[in-house]
């Protein structure tokens, strides 16, 4: 599956649109990285457990959003776009949310 957050595929010509896909991701981040993280913030640095937590919402939508789209027939998918947000009661869990359109190249 290619994937790209660009509108075309250079020199692989758009066939057919599949339709628009997307994949969600809602995570907890605990208060053991809270607690760490606040270290970090007063001591400096970056907070790898946060990283980490980002990095698997992100990996978890963009395969849902793979999943799907090969569920349509679809063996690209263009115009990705990523989401992050906070939500829950204090911000403590992270959304992470992709979109694209399926297509066949």
Same mark, same amino acid.
């Given at each position: 599956?290619?994937?790209?957050?660009?509108?075309?595929?250079?020199?692989?010509?758009?066939?057919?649109?599949?339709?628009?896909?997307?994949?969600?991701?809602?995570? =907890? #981040?605990? #208060?053991?990285?809270?607690?760490? @993280?606040?270290?970090?913030?007063?001591?400096?640095?970056?907070?790898?457990?946060?990283?980490?937590?980002?990095? %698997?919402?992100?990996?978890?939508?963009?395969?849902?959003?793979?999943?799907? #789209? %090969? %569920?349509? =027939? @679809?063996? @690209?998918?263009v115009g990705?776009?990523l989401d992050? %947000?906070?939500?829950?009661? =204090?911000?403590?869990?992270?959304?992470?949310?992709?979109?694209?359109? #399926?297509?066949?190249?």
């Open positions: 599956m290619i994937i790209t957050t660009t509108p075309t595929i250079e020199g692989h010509p758009i066939i057919e649109y599949k339709g628009i896909v997307t994949g969600e991701t809602i995570i =907890g #981040a605990n #208060a053991f990285k809270d607690f760490l @993280a606040g270290i970090r913030d007063i001591i400096g640095g970056r907070s790898g457990s946060y990283e980490k937590v980002l990095r %698997e919402g992100k990996d978890t939508s963009i395969q849902e959003m793979i999943q799907r #789209a %090969e %569920e349509l =027939g @679809a063996n @690209a998918i990705i776009d992050y %947000e906070t939500v829950g009661q =204090g911000g403590s869990m992270l959304m992470v949310t992709c979109s694209g359109t #399926a297509v066949r190249v």
